[in-house]
């Protein structure tokens, strides 16, 4: 593919999604609470995507930035958890597995962990639907609205590095993403659309839309872009990150990825890298015998490839 005919896809893929974003309104960021921890702080904090539509979000930095220092912004998963957002990888709650924000931060990282649309504070405010409920009703929002979950999404993931950049902790030119399930589909999701992120990690999702017909997946509303197959399938969105840089974890038996769809979603990536003189910018890693996790194999690749491309 190349770089002409990778610019028309990705057309095709706004297109798809719900047409073209707008221009970015104000921030209006606002400071809540600063909490100290032991070699960083943690900001409690918001900023506007869109207007009157407040992202709350964590945001941890090093003690020791002096200089602006590479930034990772931070997917949360979804796993049903509609209570549980961006405090998961601020290392605030939930699972340790994922308090990949904190681990971040102390390899000297700033971070930036947003809450999702329908997550943790973004729930329905009247508390009238439940989790589940919520997102369903935002999903068929932007479908009335001629839009996907997942322009909605990456809306809010450009919002976030529009947020990073005007941040002086951060050097604009070394800014990545990680995302873990949900999180992964929202990384390869936002990379096309967002050339300021300079390296993207994706761990455990990339479920394509055959596998998903074939095994009768149920998955989360951002994987769904309404008319993409026309033009591919989500490796093909994934490999519109091409030629910046792109890491993706999988385990072998995750029944979220079925393995044998992973692996020609991958041959169709590399392809895509190589056609465009990249192919040093795409890895991938397959654990075997591993599931739906973060393992420490898998997260050792991940700050390894954030050293090389944001270090």
């Known amino acids: 593919m190349t770089v002409s005919e990778a610019d028309s896809l990705r057309d095709h893929l706004i297109d798809c999604l719900g047409g073209p974003f707008p221009e970015p309104c104000d921030l209006h960021p606002t400071i809540r609470e600063t909490i100290q921890k032991e070699g960083y702080r943690i900001e409690s904090l918001s900023y506007e995507s869109e207007p009157g539509d407040p992202v709350p979000a964590m945001l941890l930095v090093p003690d020791s930035v002096s200089e602006p220092a590479p930034a ?63 997102e369903r009703f935002a999903f068929l929002r932007q479908v009335v609205a001629g839009r996907s979950m997942a322009w909605k999404n990456v809306l809010d993931m450009r919002r976030a590095v529009d947020f990073l950049v005007s941040l002086p902790e951060v050097d604009p030119g070394r800014i990545g993403c990680f995302g873990h399930s949900m999180g992964a589909t929202h990384a390869w999701m936002a990379g096309p659309h967002e050339p300021r992120l300079k390296a993207v990690v994706g761990n455990c999702c990339l479920p394509t839309y055959a596998g998903i017909h074939e095994h009768k997946l149920l998955h989360c509303f951002p994987n769904f872009v309404p008319g993409w197959g026309k033009f591919g399938d989500t490796p093909d969105i994934a490999a519109l990150i091409a030629p910046r840089a792109l890491h993706l974890n999988f385990g072998e038996n995750d029944e979220g990825s079925p393995i044998d769809e992973v692996r020609k979603g991958i041959a169709r990536i590399e392809t895509a890298y190589c056609d465009q003189g990249a192919a040093e910018q795409f890895s991938s890693f397959i654990e075997p015998d591993s599931g739906h996790v973060l393992s420490g194999a898998m997260w050792t690749r991940t700050v390894d490839f954030f050293a090389r491309h944001l270090g």
Do not use: I, N
């Open 72 to 134: 990772v912004a931070v997917w949360h998963q979804h796993a049903e958890r509609w209570d549980l957002g961006k405090s998961e990888p601020a290392g605030l709650a939930g699972d340790p597995m994922h308090h990949t924000g904190v681990a971040l931060v102390k390899e000297g990282y700033v971070v930036l962990c947003p809450d999702a649309l329908c997550f943790e504070e973004r729930q329905d405010p009247e508390r009238k639907l439940s989790g589940g409920e919520w």
